[in-house]
């Protein structure tokens, strides 16, 4: 009978270590999750200042994805404004310049002329 009650209370005992460390781990993932959000709405801030268009701004665990279209002038201080906030481990940029492509020339453009 002792051994039972005995087993029952380390079960018992598993189980409410078992119950608080899945809180604990729900709350970190919980405080990254708010921290996300707030370094992206920082990101836009800071973005926002720099440039004339709108930029797309995603942030999942301190890396920042950029997507638009900015000028070229404003490119590298979106970058700069972006990597000097606190909080931002990487920049992923996919942003798209409105400088106009130029001349390939015929052999560079992907179609050879025979001339």
Known sequence: MRLLTLVAVAALAAGVCHYRASRLARAGRDRQAVSDALL??????????????????????????????????????????????????????????????GDLGPMLSGIASGV
Do not use: H, K, M, Y
Request: net charge negative; aromatic share 2%; glycine share 6%.
């Open 40 to 101: 992206e709405e920082r990101v836009r801030s800071d973005v926002a200042d720099v440039v004339s268009t709108p930029v797309q701004v995603r942030c999942i665990g301190g890396v920042v994805t950029l997507r638009g279209t900015v000028r070229l002038a404003e490119r590298d201080l979106v970058l700069a404004a972006v990597l000097a906030l606190p909080g931002v481990t990487q920049v992923t940029n996919f942003l798209e310049t409105d400088e106009p492509v």
